[in-house]
């Protein structure tokens, strides 16, 4: 490099120092939960809306079907290491719901009593086999209703509240080290999460989501366009004056 001769400090780096093969393994998603409500099917959907608090790191989504009105609240737990979904209906009983779970890896999924269990290991790329095994938990607690298990789906009918909470874990502990245990760490989170309500999960969520977020603040003045949804100040955003959103 010093002397100038850059291609062949190229071809020597290309010879000597580049990983083989020249790429980063991808990320890969473990797959998807599917929540399918046959109790809805063919009656009329309204008053759609999703929202997110982003200061209490909740996602909440409200619908009517039927004339019944549903919620639905998600978070994240960085303190539990859960993803809790709690539904919920304006009417007693009114809550059907399939449980699935869908992925590309190379897994084995079964449903056991009110456990959905899906076990695995990562697909290969770029000419090198996956090392990790993984494994994800998702856990159906319900009021009221009557839950089955059938193969790799759980059925709820008739309850008046659910509470589904999923663990993820690979075998992952450093770089030269996959022998972890995803089954002893999935089952502990589940464990520890039953024991509390959705309520405290999503206040121990907020806590420790404003204990980072709330250490800076900023002020960029209030439009009317700030009341607004979303999708509505996205479409106008060249023609109006709508700063927050930027």
Known sequence: IFAGRYAEAQALANAKL??????????????????????????????????????AALATTHFT??????RRDVIASPVRQVIAIRLGADRPGAIDLDLS?????????????????VVGRNRADQGVEGALRFEVRARLIHKGGRRSAEDTRLKLRGADEALILIAMA????????????PAATTERQIADASALSFATLAAETAEEHRRLYRGVAIDLGHTPAADRPTDERIRTSETSDDPALA
């Open 18 to 55: 580049m990983a083989r093969p020249l790429a980063q393994m991808p990320y890969q998603s473990v797959g998807d939960l599917l929540i399918d409500m046959p109790g809805i099917v063919g009656k009329s959907i309204g008053g759609y809306e999703r929202a997110l608090d982003i200061d």
């Open 101 to 117: 779970f869908r992925t590309g890896q190379a897994a084995t999924i079964a449903a056991q009593g009110d456990m959905l269990l």
């Open 170 to 181: 690979t075998s992952y502990r450093r770089f030269d080290d996959v022998s972890g245990a």
């Open 65 to 70: 079907a039927g004339g019944v009105g549903f």
